[in-house]
């Protein structure tokens, strides 16, 4: 089964890079703008990993993550920026992300961040089978 990823920036170019970047490596995208968008995204699918951008249209990433995880506890979430300061970091890091991203220039880390998630995300569905 693909891992699903939901992709939340305002940026759609730098949204669009990365949804082909992964897409290329198997994984099914969906590309959002907007807190709003995002949610109605995950009312309608669980997403394995989101990669949350800290300036959406409507509002600050790490507003929209205890939302995302509200609705859907499991999805692990990574979280970009490129307006980096220690503030927004501790901001982010206090929702309960997986992994905080520097954007400029960073596309191969937020690959491998996908892919660790994913991996985790899999290792604990796998743990709730057996364990029941």
């Known amino acids: 089964m693909n891992a699903s990823v939901l992709i939340a920036d305002a940026d759609v170019h730098a949204a669009r890079d990365l949804e082909r970047e992964l897409a290329s490596r198997g994984y099914s995208c969906v590309t959002v703008t907007s807190g709003r968008e995002?949610?109605?995204?995950?009312?309608?699918?669980?997403?394995?990993?989101?990669?949350?951008?800290?300036?959406?249209?409507?509002?600050?990433?790490?507003?929209?993550?205890?939302?995302l995880k509200d609705m859907c506890a499991g999805t692990k979430i990574i979280f970009s920026t490129s307006e980096h300061s220690e503030r927004i970091e501790k901001t982010a890091r206090e929702t309960g992300i997986v992994f905080y991203a520097i954007k400029a220039n960073n596309m191969l880390e937020i690959l491998c961040a996908v892919s660790t998630a994913v991996k985790a995300k899999r290792r604990e569905e796998e743990a709730e089978r057996v364990i029941g």
Do not use: E, N
């Open 38 to 67: 995002a949610l109605a995204a995950t009312r309608k699918r669980r997403f394995d990993v989101a990669v949350v951008d800290m300036s959406l249209r409507d509002l600050r990433g790490y507003q929209l993550i205890p939302l």
